[in-house]
């Protein structure tokens, strides 16, 4: 069984981050940086550096959520979903005002976290199991993206595009400020308040954390709810991303957020993991994708390829904990 | 996952009439549904139901009962296998491209073919007990695999054809009375059940469902029993993929994959196999397979595209696992 407390606030800090801190996985992270700039010669440039910036935005907004989920004992399958339902929605329903502009992002982040209030109330009241609960949602909000947009198109106002892709040089603003205000606001959430601390508590231990009067229920639902409005926003960059809607482009963050999340060493089944390790895990896999066409692999083995990570990385983080019999 | 190992209980005290609730939806709930729909159905046209329609749409549910038996013997001992749809679409595809439409070689491929599908069940079964990853993780990865292998072996085009034979096996009628894949479905549904009932291993799977750490505290090779459900859910994914693969009739990567995986998983919470595992059963499961394609194929008639589709299959799977959690709970 997980112990109920993570290990990072007990003892000497410093000494105690160390062990306990997702260290191995920056020092794969740095290696496999100076294996690409030593052998791959288009890597260490401008413009490639900049193009795995803006790819991980959307990865990395998914994967904080994510960790909300993860950590608190959950799992979130839907955040593809919702990905693909909020490019979709906005490539049609976005027109070139400011006025509608506001309404509709509005509406699909109400939208977006109301798919994160369903999940989390089927799984906190009715007891579902939150992978079920999640791969129903995710296959209702597809549904929906569907009824949006059959096929990858769409208008996207031009001025929306811009804003979100404002770069000065090679530095991708927006996209970055994305990425650091995410990660900002997830570690806060996650250090500075109740809400994440309990977090942490539920995942660790649900019935510790129900005898010692946290309302686990409403931790589960706002857990599951923090992770849909971050999926949400990752949606809305990928639409200026690609200046379009698509029902298929949301396919791959289930999959990919997870990996980057165990990854990061968070182990499923929560109570453990920081957001400090999930950042790595993005990078990681930010540049794993890109670095595979730069050096002319299939696209189809990259699927083999991340199957075979994800596997890897759970049994690695799974080896240290005992669980009882299988 | 934890709460399972406290949580788990069937519907089986206190209470009586809500035992009597829980216990006609467990068992024979999905049949009775089932009859309700037809009935309804007939009244708004009187050609679904008649008797050459309901075989026909048995010939087409067959692929996707056949895999639900295999998903359903996995969540009866407290896990998913989410490879199920994409092994159904390697074995398509391998087929096709090694048999190129002749029967040379029939029989051997075949036997490849199930052995590939139970070596996959096999390896997802070792990764879940010997290396400690959760199920739905390590069936995740594998999926992941398999659909990268298909991609790889097609190039992403359709890939040779399936041979008269195996069609016939798909969507043939023998003597034009009864689809030879219903009969198949059929015959392995009583397998399935024989197996599930009277062997000592059908209960050891139940009690592994319903208690693991009893289970290995009265002696049962828990792992074992895994790896065996594993390996058996691997090789009707197998039978599953040639029996769609004749139906289809030619290689592709679109065929089988994530419908199939979430059909799967829809029969047999339709047909009352909790997640929580050791509740439940193949003939609900049989039910579940049917009713999921008659009223697919309504929908279709109504003119409902993949999207609404999609998300019926969503809200099928929510809605009916929510209901079945609560009547658990309630039970308890």
Request: aromatic share 12%.
């Given at each position: ?49 900049s193009?795995?910036?803006s790819?991980?935005a ?100 031009p001025a929306y595009i811009k804003g979100m892709t404002w770069s000065i040089g090679?530095v991708p603003v927006v996209p970055v400020l994305l ?58 960059f990928?639409?200026a991303r ?85 | ?332």
């Open positions: 069984m997980v112990t109920p407390v993570s290990g990072i606030w007990q003892g000497n800090k410093l000494l105690s981050r160390i062990k306990t801190g997702p260290w191995i996985i920056y020092v794969i992270l740095v290696l496999f940086f100076l294996f690409n700039v030593v052998f791959c010669p288009f890597f260490w440039t401008g413009f490639n550096i193009n795995i910036i790819q991980s959307v990865l990395m907004l998914v994967s904080v959520g994510q960790s909300f989920a993860i950590i608190g004992g959950g799992l979130d399958f839907s955040v593809g979903g919702i990905v693909s339902l909020t490019t979709c929605f906005i490539a049609t329903q976005m027109r070139n005002s400011p006025f509608s502009m506001l309404l509709t992002l509005a509406l699909i982040l109400c939208v977006g976290m109301g798919i994160g209030a369903i999940n989390g109330t089927g799984i906190a009241f009715f007891g579902i199991n939150p992978f079920i609960m999640t791969i129903g949602t995710m296959s209702v909000a597809k549904g929906i993206s569907f009824v949006f947009r059959e096929y990858p198109g769409g208008y996207v106002p090679f990425m650091v205000g995410a990660v900002t606001t997830g570690a806060v959430l996650f250090r500075k308040t109740c809400f994440g601390r309990y977090v942490y508590a539920v995942g660790g231990n649900e019935e510790s954390a129900r005898a010692i009067g946290i309302n686990v229920n409403a931790t589960k639902i706002l857990s599951f709810v923090v992770c849909a409005l971050f999926a949400t926003m990752g949606g809305l990928m639409t690609i200046a379009s809607g698509d029902p298929f482009i949301g396919d791959s963050f289930p999959l990919d957020s997870i990996t980057a999340v165990v990854l990061g060493g968070v182990i499923i089944g929560g109570g453990r993991g920081s957001l400090m390790g999930v950042v790595a895990g993005v990078i990681l896999i930010g540049v794993f994708n890109v670095v595979l066409t730069l050096f002319d692999v299939s696209p189809y083995y990259q699927y083999i390829i991340k199957g075979a990570l994800l596997i890897f990385a759970v049994a690695i983080t799974f080896r240290k904990e005992k669980r009882e019999y299988a | 996952m934890k709460p399972s190992i406290t949580e788990r209980t069937s519907a089986e005290d206190k209470h009586p009439r809500r035992d009597i609730f829980g216990k006609i939806l467990s068992k024979g709930g999905i049949f009775l549904i089932l009859l309700i729909c037809l009935f309804v159905f007939g009244i708004l046209s009187p050609a679904l139901v008649s008797l050459s329609h309901l075989l026909s749409l048995a010939c087409y549910a067959a692929p996707l009962g056949i895999v639900a038996m295999g998903q359903s013997i996995v969540m009866l001992t407290g896990c998913f296998d989410l490879s199920v749809g994409a092994t159904m679409t390697l074995i398509n595809v391998i087929g096709a491209g090694t048999l190129e439409g002749s029967e040379q070689n029939l029989v051997p491929i075949l036997v490849f073919l199930l052995g590939l599908g139970a070596l996959i069940g096999f390896v997802n079964g070792v990764g879940v007990t010997k290396l400690k990853i959760p199920a739905f993780m390590m069936t995740l990865g594998m999926w992941l695999v398999l659909r990268g292998v298909v991609l790889v072996y097609t190039k992403g085009g359709p890939k040779g054809f399936w041979p008269s034979s195996i069609q016939f096996l798909g969507k043939g009628w023998i003597g034009g009375v009864i689809p030879a894949a219903t009969v198949l479905w059929l015959a392995l549904t009583i397998v399935g059940v024989y197996l599930l009932r009277k062997t000592t291993w059908g209960s050891y799977v139940y009690a592994t469902g319903g208690n693991p750490t009893t289970s290995f505290l009265s002696g049962i090779k828990v792992h074992n029993v895994l790896i065996l459900a594993f390996t058996l859910c691997g090789l009707i994914s197998a039978v599953a993929g040639i029996v769609l693969s004749g139906y289809v009739g030619w290689g592709s990567f679109q065929v089988g994959g994530e419908q199939y995986l979430l059909g799967s998983i829809a029969a047999s919470v339709l047909g009352g196999t909790t997640f929580s595992g050791g509740v439940g059963g193949l003939t609900g499961t049989f039910g579940g397979a049917y009713l999921l394609t008659i009223t697919d194929s309504v929908l279709t008639m109504l003119g409902v595209g993949y999207a609404g589709r999609l998300i019926f299959t969503g809200s099928i799977i929510v809605v009916v696992t929510g209901f079945y959690e609560k009547i658990t709970k309630k039970a308890r």
